[in-house]
């Protein structure tokens, strides 16, 4: 299969259709799936043909739910399991003994299935630090812009940056990214800003990340525009490989990365896709305000993911 | 329920008008700062020829007239003050400031940075005694009834709670100015519950008590607001947020902090699907301050706001 770079929302369904039709159709288990906008995208999903879902839940309340919205569910894998956190259990414990490739969070509160997921005993804690990437098609910007961590860390400190950053590379890879350009945010690009992260990100984040990551373009501080616009670049002469030009937008705060991806997905037409990064399998969490558009995205880079993590063997290393 | 409000004021059309009649009455005299090569001359002519403000500039003036006749521009009018260094024509603009006599600056082909550092020096006078400064940014999206504005997005570096309170008073002036009473203010969080391990959510409900106490006066407080909750009733009423004045209709979003404010401010400039403008508020006078993104439209209605916070 052609590894060409996934720059656009369409491309990350596509992609995820030809590693299905590749053989490699994966499964995504939704945990507590009386949820309708839940049923309904992984419905739609699966009628695209790049996944099988596995609905975990209450079956009565997912037939009446689905019965409302004339959601057809006669392909649909179901287990029943009325009780939310036995179910939250059974989806996770499907996800451990490899029967699934993804997880879906369905109508269980987000930490309860986090907290499910890193139990012991079902292995699936990949790294120390887990995080959010929300990968947005934003119309006007010529690839898809991970802004991270807007859904995990509320305020990352120095060593869970590089966490969150690190997981951030893996998507970028998954999406067949090379080199991968990380932009370091900041209201300003002046190292000597007295904004307080700026000094941490260009003292330690930086150095760490081009030991650690030889292979990455890495900059910081830069304002939005100076990431992602190589107009603006040009005008305050930065020619580097990231101005411009950036895959990843690393911020330092939970409210930064998601206040900026709500106001581009209401008010610049941003086609969203989120998925949480570090557990052994990719949790893709969608929340009422998504469109079905988003949420199919969503479970499109899940299985990205998915299917990144075996064909590198990626826990194993 | 929660009704849906709407300002006499709604659209960037409305500010033109606003500011069309203001200046009738008396012109701003208006200070261009480093005008050459600098896309806001071209905004700063327009409002000229539109008798919106009384032009004033603080240049080379070799060079700036120079610049004129190459570009065709009549400057009869202009007041045109010898000045070599940007760098100097700041501290002067803002010393003029003071001593009235300018009523607007507009920056030019300064960095925004740099031109704000040395308005903020000490000998430049420009910050009056208590009072914070701060960047708004005013928008017109087009899945939105109404104008929106964002603070702070280019000045505040501080985001504890004393500078927010400023942030937000500033906000509430500014809208006052540009005609929209009492309005209904959104401190943004990135969840609409309180959450001790994030400030931003307990800052949002500490401002919300303030203005039901009545310590911050002429607007309607709700926090901490999610986006989609600040900006969208049906996910107000979605996540349960009853009794509210401002979730579903927001006029002002205080973001949390200045990394925020100006991602969103460079995010919609780039890629928004909406008319907008900005604006350094809370000075001697009111300053016009354009990133490089920005557009001609945006540039010239940084002018009209300004016009209408002089």
Known sequence: MEKKPIISSDMLIEQAVAIANDGRKKTVVVAVAQDVDVIEAIVEAQKTGYLNGVLVGDKSKIESLAGEKNIDLKEMNIVDEPDVLIAANKAVELASTKEADAI???FVPTSALLKTILKKEYNLRGKETLSHCAVLDIPGYHKLLNLTDGGMVV????????GILENAITVSKALNLTPVRIAVSGATNLNSSKISHIKDDVEFL????????PDVEIKAPLPFDLATSKKAAKHRNLDDAVSGDADVYLVD????????AKSLIQFAQAVFAGVIVGAKVPVSLVSRTDTVKNKKTSLAIACLMADYYDQNNFWEN | MNNFNMPSV????????KAKDKANKYKPKTALIAPHGSAMTESFVKAVNENLIEPFVLADEKLFRKYASNNNINIDSYKILDINQPDNAIITASQMSGKNEIDIIVKGRVPAEEFLNILFEKESKFQKKGKQVSHIGLFQPKNYQKLLMITDGAVTVKNDLKSLINITNNAISFSEKIGIDNPRIAVLAAVEVVYPQM??????????????RNQIKGAFIDGPLSFDVAMDMEAAIGKGIKNSEVAGQADIMIAPDIDTGNSIYKAMSLYGDTEMGGIVFGGNVPVT????????QTRFNSILLSVLAS
Do not use: H, R, W
Not at chain 1, 253 to 260: G, H
């Open chain 1, 104 to 106: 879906m969070k369905g």
């Open chain 1, 155 to 162: 305020k990352p400190t120095k060593e869970q940056k590089l």
């Open chain 1, 206 to 213: 930086i150095p760490k990340a081009k030991e650690m990551f």
């Open chain 1, 253 to 260: 705060s939970i409210e930064e990365c998601n206040l900026v």
């Open chain 2, 10 to 17: 709604k659209s960037f059309n409305d500010i033109y008008s």
């Open chain 2, 199 to 212: 400030d931003s959510t307990i800052k949002g409900a500490v401002l919300s008590k303030m203005a039901e």
């Open chain 2, 289 to 296: 301050l354009n990133a490089f993104v920005d557009s001609e």
